[in-house]
């Protein structure tokens, strides 16, 4: 027999398969805009959940988070100190001043895009607002570092370093949330690598031209420490802070990082 070695490098798509992936990436975006557009006091998650589902089923994809591993919700929705994988319910009914993250997935012609988005039900707090502000940047800032030649983690610590950033630039303290990152996307919704959001740079994985990751910062305002609630999917922080999540689907290309999921 013989043994394992580690993969050296990021599987990597061609150009038509990229463009088949951004077509349901494509979708995700407009999905994610269809119920930023819709939000308001007084809706419910499953509400949010249903406008998602109709606008992929809409446009001839498969919602892929339902079902997947027994999820029930064509998207996850998180409020407040509620991290990831919020499940959509009748029960979870929105204010105004509430941070709500969308998680959202879509399945097309065997390929998958997935995104998220976070944004305010009305105004948010001040240090809400920045803390959601400076998750969008950092996720834009760390995006950069998916070039062809990089290695897994030199995306890794292109998060953490603009995490460091971002405290300066927004006049508040961030938290990453220990555990979680992004993944490697493709037929599937997570393949491998695991992507972490901070780290040492110059490890893992080469990132090929057309390599592609889901990236996604997780921040929270009081903690890197997170507890996972007893439906075993909700993960919030323990501190009760307040948490933001952005992600898009990145290939990287000759011509720099393009991002799979555009929010038309």
């Known amino acids: 027999m013989g043994f394992r070695r580690k993969t050296k490098a990021i599987a990597a798509k061609t150009p038509e398969q990229l463009d088949a992936m951004e077509a349901a990436g494509k979708i995700v975006g407009d999905a994610l805009q269809a119920v930023r557009a819709a939000v308001k006091p007084g809706m419910t998650t499953l509400d949010l959940d249903k406008i998602?589902?109709?606008?992929?089923?809409s446009a001839g994809a498969v919602p892929t988070f339902k079902g997947y591993q027994g999820f029930p919700g064509s998207i996850c929705s998180s409020v407040n100190e509620m991290i990831v994988h919020g499940i959509p319910s009748d029960d979870v009914v929105l204010k105004d001043g509430d941070l709500v993250s969308v998680d959202c997935g879509a399945t097309l012609?065997?390929?998958?895009?997935?995104?998220?988005?976070?944004?305010?039900v009305g105004e948010l707090a001040e240090d809400v607002r920045l803390l959601n502000?400076?998750?969008?940047?950092?996720?834009?800032?760390?995006?950069?570092?998916?070039?062809?030649?990089?290695?897994?983690?030199?995306?890794?610590?292109?998060?953490?370093?603009a995490t460091y950033e971002a405290e300066k630039k927004f006049g508040v303290d961030l938290y990453i949330v220990d555990g979680y990152g992004g993944h490697g996307i493709g037929h599937t919704m997570h393949e491998d690598p695991f992507l972490a959001n901070e780290g040492k740079p110059g490890r893992g994985p080469v990132i090929q031209e057309g390599s592609v990751l889901a990236i996604e910062p997780m921040l929270t305002l009081g903690t890197e420490d997170s507890v996972v609630l007893?439906?075993?999917?909700?993960?919030?922080?323990?501190?009760?802070?307040?948490?933001?999540?952005?992600?898009?689907?990145?290939?990287?290309?000759?011509?720099?990082?393009?991002?799979?999921?555009?929010?038309?």
Request: net charge negative.
């Open 52 to 57: 998602a589902e109709d606008v992929i089923r």
């Open 133 to 161: 502000e400076a998750t969008e940047w950092v996720l834009m800032e760390g995006l950069k570092a998916m070039v062809p030649g990089n290695r897994l983690t030199d995306v890794s610590w292109a998060l953490e370093k």
């Open 230 to 264: 007893g439906d075993d999917w909700s993960v919030v922080t323990v501190d009760g802070s307040h948490a933001a999540h952005w992600e898009h689907t990145v290939a990287a290309t000759a011509g720099g990082p393009r991002i799979l999921t555009p929010r038309r």
């Open 109 to 120: 012609g065997g390929w998958v895009g997935d995104s998220a988005w976070s944004f305010g």
